[in-house]
């Protein structure tokens, strides 16, 4: 499925916003309007953990999502409350801001595949979502830039413990895809296709930042 979805996939993992993520050059204003829409995005990215553990077709499968879910509601959690701290966010922004047309069509994607309840298809949207910031986090030698609010968000997505979550995830879909009938291995497809699609657009739009006074 990766393959099928290449070119979005690589315009991703190589964008604008990457290279100067790691030259921590991103601009306040594009880093705080990433963050403002991706803590929404997150919001809806936990509860489809959450049908996932729900779904999941192992016990073993449950405990290791309920682990990652721990480590998004923790460690990142409050980095994003951190960021907003350093960049002067106000409180409204980080509850209720402004949805962007990209942030509300991956709510809308991830609330599709968890109202689903079908565990593969859960794993679909997940894994394009690891697996692409793990692709694009993972510089071997690249140094971190200096400010908390870049390397965190970088040493986040490519350290071992979450670069092993992606392996163990991509063989779950792996293991369990196949077990569907045709018509809902085509809906994975699908989904997996509208969030390559998604992530790129995500990233592209962060360069016409909204204003959060
Ligand atoms: C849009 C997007 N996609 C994926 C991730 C990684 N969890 C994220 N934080 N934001």
New binding site residues.
């Given amino acids: 499925m990766r393959e099928q979805n290449q070119v979005d996939w690589d315009a991703a993992i190589h964008h604008r916003f990457i290279d100067e993520l790691f030259a921590g050059t991103v601009a306040d204003n594009v880093l705080q309007h990433y963050l403002v829409q991706?803590y929404q995005?997150?919001d809806r990215?936990v509860a489809l953990l959450g049908a996932a553990i729900a779904s999941a077709d192992l016990f073993t499968s449950r405990v290791r999502f309920s682990r990652f879910a721990a480590m998004?509601t923790s460690d990142?959690n409050t980095y994003f409350l951190r960021a907003f701290d350093e960049l002067g966010l106000s409180e409204k922004y980080r509850t209720t801001p402004p949805l962007t047309a990209p942030t509300r069509a991956?709510q809308d994607l991830m609330a599709e595949s968890a109202e689903s309840r079908i565990y593969p298809l859960c794993l679909s949207v997940l894994v394009v979502?690891?697996w692409?910031?793990l692709s694009w986090a993972d510089r071997p030698g690249a140094a971190l830039p200096e400010r908390f609010i870049h390397a965190e968000w970088i040493t986040l997505?490519n350290n071992p413990a979450f670069a092993e979550f992606i392996g163990w995830l991509r063989a779950e879909l792996d293991r369990t895809g196949p077990l569907l009938d045709a018509q809902d291995q085509a809906r994975c497809a699908a989904m997996f296709g509208r969030a390559v699609a998604?992530?790129r657009a995500?990233f592209d739009h962060v360069y016409t930042p909204l204003d959060y006074p």
């Fill in positions: 991706d995005f997150i990215f998004i990142e991956f979502a690891e692409l910031y997505h998604l992530e995500f």
